[in-house]
């Protein structure tokens, strides 16, 4: 068996066990099926169901006695921020849920575009700022987002401190107050090794997938970007 079928297997034994905790078939504070138990449900190796495991422990989901086995955790303690299809800042939804939002900045750059960019940037020129940040609910990373701006629309965008509100960056030195329309693509993917790293989640862990494109009230594009979004923390409201 090749390594990526292996890991497929474990994903799929993992998100069905998560399915049945988050369902109540597992209830809290009840005991897994052994691995054996689990062995013979999934008719999987024990090495596969050991890692489906560990993936549930790595999440917060469930949590593994010396001597005694896995047991499902209270997951009481969890908040989800709601997200409207409405144009808001990351922060400012937070903040609105009961969130401390905090943002870290991986990269802020001019990068060369390609000809399917500068199509979703509605704009010819052949460079671009690119933006890497995560984003924190409480200090737990819920989001990976990258975004790309036209330039010379914001020239200098290097310059500023993107750990702050990015649309409060947008209204205070480019002038940009209002963002009407937003078109989004929205499916669930599964983490990648990456993924999983900056998330601090499982390989495997069920992620939003938005692309977007995000215009100011003039219909001109302020930003393209994706964001991967942890969905124990997020939800869409349609």
Do not use: W
């Amino acid at each position: 068996m090749t390594k990526d079928k292996a890991r497929t297997k474990y994903q799929k034994v993992m998100l069905d066990l998560r399915e049945k905790i988050l369902t109540g078939i597992y209830p809290v504070d009840t005991k897994l099926p052994s691995e054996e138990q689990l062995k013979e449900i999934y008719g999987v190796s024990r090495i596969t169901i050991r890692e489906a495991v560990n993936g549930l422990v790595a999440d917060g989901i469930v949590e593994k006695v010396q001597g005694k086995g896995s047991f499902v955790r209270e997951l009481h303690h969890v908040k989800r921020l709601l997200k409207s299809n409405s144009i808001e800042s990351f922060s400012k939804t937070a903040v609105k849920n009961g969130f401390k939002p905090k943002m870290k900045v991986l990269k802020l750059e001019k990068v060369k575009t390609d000809a399917e960019l500068r199509k979703s940037l509605k704009c010819d020129n052949e460079y671009a700022i690119h933006s890497v940040r995560i984003c924190y609910l409480d200090n737990d990373p819920t989001v990976i987002e990258s975004n790309y701006y036209p330039l010379p629309r914001f020239e200098g965008l290097t310059n500023y401190d993107l750990s702050e509100s990015l649309y409060k960056t947008f209204k205070d030195h480019y002038e940009i107050d209002n963002l009407e329309d937003s078109e989004s693509i929205l499916r669930v993917v599964l983490a990648n090794k990456e993924q999983a790293r900056l998330l601090q989640r499982s390989v495997g862990f069920p992620l939003f997938y938005l692309r977007n494109q995000v215009f100011d009230k003039n219909k001109q594009v302020v930003q393209v970007g994706t964001e991967y979004i942890a969905t124990d923390r997020y939800e869409f409201m349609v």
